[in-house]
């Protein structure tokens, strides 16, 4: 192959991007981001569940502002997604089955109180994972990830205030 040739053929493989971050790295960053990505689709799930079965004198201001949650989470898991194959990853594809066990039979009777209390749980475990991995990326010198993690923290942090708003009397 002559070198003009080369320069027009990047080679497609993971181990030889070249984009200033290492293999591992890319790896590691990759490994956080799938984990992101599984929750923010259980989460997605179980916003939209809720959404369907919420009662009591809350049912609209809640089924409202569930279905923008879901509307988020299913486009912020497109650019989760999206950003561990421009790591040179792929998204997950096996094994992951999201939806699988994220409803107990607890939630058929669950009140709306229990339903947000249950979501702040979430959205404050799913704000941890992207605390660590938004540093971790900082570190690595990947700037772009850490940018899509704040970006996501803003969202999940605003969340939390506004369902905790609602439970207070
Ligand atoms: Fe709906």
């Not at 912020?76 to 790591?87: C, G, K, M, N």
Request: aromatic share 4%.
């Amino acid at each position: 192959m002559s070198k003009a040739t080369a320069v027009l053929s990047p080679s497609a493989s993971v181990e030889n991007m070249s984009i200033g971050i290492s293999a591992d790295d890319r790896g590691e960053l990759s490994k956080d981001l799938t984990d992101i990505l599984t929750s923010t689709y259980q989460l997605l799930i179980k916003t939209h569940v809720y959404h369907w079965n919420v009662v009591g004198p809350m049912f609209h201001s809640l089924h409202v502002m569930l279905e923008e949650q879901y509307n988020d989470l299913f486009a912020a898991a497109d650019v989760i997604a999206e950003r561990i194959r421009a790591l040179g990853h792929l998204a997950p594809v096996e094994g992951s089955a999201p939806a699988k066990g994220v409803m107990d039979s607890s939630a058929k009777a669950a009140t709306a109180h229990d339903m947000v209390n249950d979501l702040i749980g979430d959205h404050e475990k799913i704000v941890r994972l992207m605390r660590k991995a938004a540093n971790s990326a900082a570190d690595k010198g990947d700037a772009v990830t850490e940018d899509m993690l704040v970006a996501r923290l803003t969202f999940h942090e605003k969340i939390l205030w506004m369902l905790r708003a609602i439970l207070t009397d």
